[in-house]
């Protein structure tokens, strides 16, 4: 007599939905400070060029009042958002003042257009840890249209010659530099040009690819955490927080500084739902990220957790 073989399962499933519990830092560990507004160039991939906030350039006291609060806590201060930081006049000013604080550090992410030899000795000579070139490109034709606004042989040239000053003098030692290259079916024939010019003047070259901002063309949500205020902070020329360094339009505000203090917003009830939320992978209750496929691909399976069965079954009944 032959065996029955295995039906469907008629017993609903007591298996809760993913959570995770993401390793939120006690303190911020970077600060990203929105200094200037205006950024010089108009890429098309980023809508920085459609930002309208005031005060256009951060007032002094606030970005003093930031890095005084914070001294001490080994903060990494990353002094731009969605901007190009050199637009600000007053860099090697606001480098001089984090650097008062022995346990912070400074990074860049800059297009390359404005630096000069007089700048690049200067704030070589401030300390930077990171700095990160971004050229799209490894020709005018190609790197034009990506770069609206900036001049390619221009950018080539001064970011050479900051390489050539950070080699020389010795700086080498103590600053990471980097340049890196969206990935474009345009530019995927310069891969190898590009590599092989950049690589022997800078410590790496980064292919990377191009992500979406919320709300580009994303309809919902995907049902995962996310990276970006795990250790970060990221802070309006306003003073007010978000909690996303892709918030153009301010749709993720958790604190302002203009009334609060960094850590009462870091650690303010606000931003401890919004991390709840996150850990549960409820974007969609997120105003901000209710519309954000960021690391849909990643796996965050090392921070999953499961409810012990028993509670799942009691929610289960009391529902
Ligand atoms: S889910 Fe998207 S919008 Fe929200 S914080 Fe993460 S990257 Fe930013």
Known sequence: MSQPTAGPTLRPSTEAPTRWRMPYAETPKFLQIETMVTCNAKCPFCPQHE????????????????????????????PFLQNEPFVDKRMPEIMRYIRKDPTAKIEFNTN??????????????????????????????VYAPSRVGLNYERVKERTTQFLEMWRAGGYDKDCYTEVRMIDM?????????????????????????????????QTEAVRKPCWKMV???????????????????????????????????????????????????????????????????????????????????????ES
């Open 51 to 78: 930002i309208d906030r005031n005060p256009n350039r951060m007032h002094d006291e606030m970005w003093k009042k930031i890095i005084d609060e914070t001294r001490g806590l080994g903060i990494t201060y990353r």
């Open 231 to 317: 250790d970060a902070m990221y802070i309006f020329s306003d003073g007010r927080c978000t909690l996303c360094c892709w918030d153009t339009v301010e749709r993720g505000v958790v604190g302002d500084l203009r009334e609060a203090s960094v850590l009462e917003v870091w650690n303010s009830a606000q931003y401890e739902a919004l991390r709840t939320l996150l850990n549960d992978g409820r974007r969609e209750l997120i105003h901000l990220c209710s519309k954000c496929d960021a690391y849909k691909n990643h796996d965050f399976s090392p921070y999953e957790v499961h409810p012990p069965r028993t509670d799942v079954l009691r929610a289960r009944e």
């Open 185 to 217: 079916p345009e530019n995927r024939h310069q891969h190898e040009a590009y590599r092989a010019y950049w690589e022997p003047l800078c410590d790496e070259v980064l292919i990377t690819e191009l992500y979406e901002w919320p709300w580009q063309s």
């Open 112 to 141: 390359g257009s404005l630096m000069t030899e007089k700048l690049n000795a200067e704030i070589l000579d401030l300390g930077i840890d990171i700095m990160r070139f971004s050229i799209d490109g490894f020709s005018e034709e």
